[in-house]
């Protein structure tokens, strides 16, 4: 259970997930992630090597660029779950409150 929670903290920060969706497409570069987020460029950098050394990405060189991109888009599903399951639980409690309100 430890690994399995250490693994899920890759994806408890918003800007991490934000690079993750700009790589939804397929392979970029920094300079990519940053245009597409918005982000800084220190930022972009240091979520991509969080998100390398977890395994979550790799990255690939490519003469004088490096590329990231996602290794298993396995982690797109796992993403849209545990979207589906927070949007459950958030019904559940407007329900909860509106039924003491």
């Given amino acids: 259970m430890d ?10 920060e ?3 997930l934000a690079v993750l969706e700009a790589l939804r497409q397929g392979p ?7 245009e597409k987020t918005g ?7 240091k979520h991509l090597k969080l998100l390398t050394i977890a395994g979550v990405v790799r990255r690939r060189p490519e ?3 490096v590329f990231y991109d ?3 888009r396995g982690v797109f599903r796992l993403l849209g ?4 399951l927070m949007l459950a639980s958030r ?8 039924a003491i309100l």
């Fill in 63 to 65: 003469g004088s660029l």
């Fill in 14 to 16: 918003p800007n991490r």
């Fill in 81 to 84: 779950a545990a979207e589906k």
């Fill in 28 to 34: 970029l570069n920094v300079t990519a992630v940053v």
């Fill in 39 to 45: 982000l800084s460029q220190a930022l972009v950098s």
């Fill in 3 to 12: 690994a399995l929670a250490e693994y899920l903290k890759v994806f408890s």
């Fill in 91 to 98: 019904r559940q409690q407007l329900d909860a409150l509106a």
């Fill in 70 to 72: 996602v290794i298993d």
